[in-house]
T-cell receptor, first 113, second 115 residues
Framework: DSGVTQTPKHLITATGQRVTLRCSPRSGDLSVYWYQQSLDQGLQFLIQYYNGEERAKGNILERFSAQQFPDLHSELNLSSLELGDSALYFC???FGTGKSEQYFGPGTRLTVT | AQKVTQAQTEISVVEKEDVTLDCVYETRDTTYYLFWYKQPPSGELVFLIRRNSFDEQNEISGRYSWNFQKSTSSFNFTITASQVVDSAVYFCALSEARGAQKLVFGQGTRLTINP
């Protein structure tokens, strides 16, 4: 158990809908990272937050957004969902943005039908 | 741009054999970190090791060992006396030492250990 929690574990929704994925980092970790794992793209970095502020953006679609709250949990919002958004979404956390390794949550499997 | 290549898509061996997973990386940074993660059939990503680009010493942890060679931009992972529980997809990853430290992953190697 990495100490990172993600909810829900599974999510099935229809095209055009909006969903919110939630992540709670390990106790004491200030950074939260979101990654997407799909069959065609592999594991891709989406976005990072550090202590409530956005720090880096990767290949994140404009239909996707995220935020980190004062209690350090993070939410990833996916809107206008398309079939191609079906993937495993991972959250990872680390203490800082410097020399810390990232520990991953169990992931949320999103299926868009 | 950073890139990680794991040329071996799938490897299948018999239990107790030794197996090496290859990882080759590209980066313009002089300081960076290299990682290995394991993804068992249950789906979670398990951290195995982080290596600083300044530290080229090989590392051993039980049946696992890692060989970092800066001259060939490789960070290979060897499992000695493999066990069925080692069956998983293994990912090599690279991150810059400064800034956001986002992980750039290879495509992964699916390792199957047969009894």
């Amino acid at each position: 158990d990495s100490g990172v929690t993600q909810t829900p574990k599974h999510l099935i929704t229809a095209t055009g809908q909006r969903v919110t994925l939630r992540c709670s980092p390990r106790s004491g970790d200030l950074s939260v990272y979101w990654y997407q794992q799909s069959l065609d793209q592999g594991l891709q970095f989406l976005i990072q937050y550090y202590n409530g502020e956005e720090r880096a953006k990767g290949n994140i679609l404009e239909r996707f957004s995220a935020q980190q709250f004062p209690d350090l949990h993070s939410e990833l919002n996916l809107s206008s969902l398309e079939l191609g958004d079906s993937a495993l979404y991972f959250c990872a956390s680390s203490f800082g943005t410097g020399k810390s390794e990232q520990y991953f949550g169990p992931g949320t499997r999103l299926t868009v039908t | 741009a950073q890139k990680v290549t794991q040329a071996q898509t799938e490897i299948s061996v018999v239990e107790k054999e030794d197996v090496t997973l290859d990882c080759v990386y590209e980066t313009r940074d002089t300081t960076y970190y290299l990682f290995w993660y394991k993804q068992p059939p249950s789906g979670e990503l398990v951290f195995l090791i982080r290596r600083n680009s300044f530290d080229e010493q090989n590392e051993i942890s039980g049946r696992y060992s890692w060989n970092f060679q800066k001259s060939t931009s490789s960070f290979n992972f060897t499992i000695t006396a493999s066990q069925v529980v080692d069956s998983a997809v293994y990912f090599c990853a690279l991150s810059e030492a400064r800034g956001a430290q986002k992980l750039v992953f290879g495509q992964g190697t699916r390792l199957t250990i047969n009894p």
